[in-house]
């Protein structure tokens, strides 16, 4: 022994535990499942998590284009107001065409594409006079639409709202 160790006593320094027995400890539980009916329970929740996962994930490789044209209107407002707003009906055909291929949507002008839009949200956005704003924006001056900065600001909201909400084609 050397000189620096120092004895365990037998009772831990107290007499009253010189005659203690140790606990026995049961074997340890396992957490798997151990019935048949649990397992498949187990394997049927797995399922189902992953399979919602796969959805949620195709949801969001779905609705990526959506996402794009919010990007592309934000990227335009960080250059100049006039510039967003004249981007809008070309963002917006953009993403009519991507959501709805099968559909001619390229050729629709004026009221028959407002119409359009309309059918695809479950309220219509469009109204008369945002139809009117829009067509203004897609073929006329800048100085035709400039300078009434109300319209201009609801039919940024009406498109950002449609791009987010449309209802998209069945494939």
């Known amino acids: 022994m050397s000189w620096f160790s120092i004895p365990k006593p037998e009772n831990f320094g107290n007499y009253m535990l010189t005659d203690f027995q140790p606990m026995i400890m049961p074997h340890p539980v396992s ?4 019935t048949p009916v649990a397992k498949m329970i187990v394997m049927l929740f797995i399922l189902l998590s992953l399979y919602a996962i ?3 994930y195709r949801n969001w ?3 990526a284009y959506r996402r794009d044209a919010l990007k592309d209107l934000k990227r335009y407002r960080k250059t100049s107001y006039e510039l967003m707003i004249a981007s809008i009906p070309l963002v917006l055909k953009h993403t009519a065409i991507h959501a709805y291929p099968d559909q001619a949507i390229a050729s629709l002008m004026g009221d028959d594409w407002a119409t359009f839009l309309n059918q695809q949200v479950c309220k219509n956005q469009f109204d008369t006079h945002l139809a009117s704003q829009l067509i203004k924006v897609s073929f006329q001056s800048e100085r035709a639409w400039k300078h009434d900065k109300v319209t201009n600001q ?3 909201n009406t498109a950002l709202y449609w791009i987010k909400h449309h209802q998209q084609a069945k494939k």
């Open 61 to 63: 490789k779905l609705n």
């Open 54 to 56: 796969y959805r949620c």
């Open 154 to 156: 609801a039919l940024l």
């Open 31 to 34: 957490l798997l499942p151990q």
